[in-house]
């Protein structure tokens, strides 16, 4: 398999290729990698970089476009790599800075793009800013880059307002002053160990301006922005007047998510992106109310990508998938902006137990014919490592191996991502299935017996396998005419439970025969009949076609070219 040199030099100045594509980002296949559970290079049970620069051949012979990087900086680990103590360094866990240069060195080779995690909205609690301003107490100029208040109360021994952690518990803690008294309180949206940055502050804003340089120096394509929405509060910081907020996220907008100041920080990062050559991207993980306030975040000075939780969280039905694509696809189209599509990533259920309702078999059934489903659709597409496996969610982890800080909390998240973290399985028999370089060797969590099946040695070459369908379904992508970017489909009469559209060549020609493509996507537990509409391209299940009609299985898609 060939594949476009999509890679840009490790040089902000330096000119793109001659090869590189208008555009990249808006067709582009971009493959998670975490890094703890991708590869392990030094043998002591946690992923690192070394693991991942061994494994981007793999990744070039996916197809895939670019590799999100979740974080691997400097950090405590409070929330694994989530809390940042220095933005600029490398947690020895994962490796050196030199090994960063080299991983991404590498990948441009290989043509693939590298994207990085930024988590702007907190830092670690050992940060060397909040630090300071905890040795310097209330006064410190050090406070005002985080949101340091005294607490209510006679004595200031409640918190400043009812904001509640996602994690769990108020959204505040208290510090204990120089002199072991008793002192202000401090803003933290996730974890203790992560206070929030002030973003009304001028010196924060300016220190990540240069931490996107510092990146994109190295020759970074882009940063994956981690809780984009959460950066400015409302002014005052004032009250929801309610508990269990955590259930209003994504259904409306908060005083501590979505707030419109978010917008002038991000036509700010443009700029700084687009001093760069080779495309540099932005992508949201923005959890907003609807599709069109996800818009807002793509408008054309602001970022490139936000991700689509509103398709993620669609059910396996076919009105609901349809609505989901027809909302993000008109919200996305005024902006000018890519629709995007993910099934899975690090903090939801794999998608192949979501869809499962108790029977594995079927959750695999339905994962694969949705991932011919978001491969079809017009823009970009997320793959979560190891959803093109098939891997199931780990759902009987111990608890004394957990490491989700929401499974220590209350009220708070689920605590169950660890379950969607387990080490991916690259060959063998047994635990690790060769996640680290000794038969055997340890791993961070634990990997389940059945695995081996799994693993890329064991599906690699078998045409029936889940692996050889993204392969097979991520080339096809590359290669139809019709496939990729765009804003619309073209939705086809179907039966009860079937989703059919099709799609024309993006050249302006319109729909050859030749070249036009349709989707049918059955979402019943049983086969359903009906016209043909070409020759099969692809199926996640054996399609019978016989005479003019064609035959779905159950919990299937097809790809048809016409």
């Not at 703890?36 to 494994?55: H, Q």
């Not at 518990?169 to 933290?188: F, I, K, N, Q, V």
């Not at 392969?471 to 496939?483: D, Q």
Request: glycine share 10%.
């Amino acid at each position: 398999m060939t594949h476009d040199l999509t890679g840009t030099p490790p040089s902000g100045s330096a000119a793109p290729t001659a090869d590189q594509r208008t555009g990249w980002w808006r067709d582009a296949v971009i493959y998670q990698v975490y890094p703890r559970s991708f590869a392990d290079g030094n043998g002591d049970g946690m992923g690192d970089l070394e693991g991942v620069r061994t494994r981007l051949p793999y990744l070039a012979e996916l197809g895939v476009d670019a590799v999100w990087l979740s974080p691997f900086y400097a950090s405590p680990q409070a929330d694994a790599g989530y809390d940042v103590a220095d933005y600029r360094a490398i947690d020895p866990m994962f490796g050196t800075l030199d090994d960063a240069a080299a991983v991404i060195r590498e990948a441009h080779a290989l043509g693939l793009r590298i994207i990085v995690d930024l988590v702007p909205n907190h830092c670690s609690d050992q940060h060397v800013w909040f630090r300071q301003a905890l040795r310097e107490g209330p006064g410190s100029p050090l406070r005002e880059r985080f949101h340091f208040r005294p607490g209510k109360g006679t004595g200031g021994e409640l918190p400043p307002n009812d904001w509640e952690s996602i994690f769990g518990g108020p959204a505040w803690t208290r510090t204990t002053e120089p002199d072991g008294s008793p002192g202000e309180w401090y803003l933290h949206l996730f974890a203790p160990e992560q206070p929030d940055f002030n973003w009304e502050h001028p010196a924060v804003q300016d220190e990540f301006r240069s931490i996107l340089r510092f990146w994109l120096d190295l020759g970074t394509d882009g940063f994956r922005i981690d809780v984009a929405h959460g950066l400015v509060k409302a002014d005052g910081l004032p009250d929801m007047g309610r508990g269990e907020q955590l259930k209003l996220l994504g259904s409306q907008q908060l005083p501590f998510f979505d707030q419109d100041g978010v917008h002038e920080i991000y036509r700010s990062w443009r700029k700084v992106l687009d001093e760069y050559a080779g495309e540099r991207i932005g992508v949201a993980e923005a959890w907003t109310p609807s599709a069109d306030r996800t818009a807002l975040y793509l408008r054309p000075d602001e970022l490139h990508q936000a991700f689509n939780f509103h398709y993620l969280g669609a059910g396996w039905n076919a009105a609901g998938l349809r609505e989901a694509v027809d909302d993000s696809l008109d919200a996305m189209r005024p902006v000018g902006a890519p629709t995007t599509w993910v099934l899975s990533n690090h903090d939801v259920v794999r998608h192949t137990t979501r869809y499962a309702d108790g029977d594995p078999e079927r959750g695999l059934r339905r994962a694969r014919a949705a991932a011919l489903l978001m491969l079809a659709l017009p823009g970009s597409a997320y793959v979560y490592q190891g959803e093109e496996l098939g891997l199931p969610e780990v759902t009987d982890l111990p608890d004394e191996v957990r490491q989700d800080p929401s499974f220590f909390k209350e009220n708070g998240q689920d605590g169950l991502r660890d379950g969607c973290r387990v080490p991916i399985p690259w060959s063998g028999t047994e635990a690790p299935y060769g996640f680290g370089p000794e038969p055997g060797g340890p791993s961070w969590l634990p990997q389940p017996d059945v695995w081996a099946k799994y693993s890329v040695e064991a599906q690699t070459g078998d045409p029936t396998s889940t692996l050889e369908l993204y392969r097979s379904a991520i080339a096809l992508r590359r290669e139809h005419p019709a496939l990729g970017a765009g804003d619309a489909v073209e939705w086809l009469d179907a039966p009860e439970g079937v989703l059919a559209f099709r799609r024309a060549p993006a050249d302006g020609t319109g729909a050859a025969p030749a070249t036009a493509f349709v989707c049918t996507v059955n979402t019943t537990g049983g086969p359903v009949r009906l016209p043909a509409p070409g020759r099969v391209l692809l199926a996640s299940d054996g399609a019978v076609v016989e005479g003019g009609d064609a035959v779905l299985p159950a919990d299937s898609a097809v790809w048809w070219t016409t």
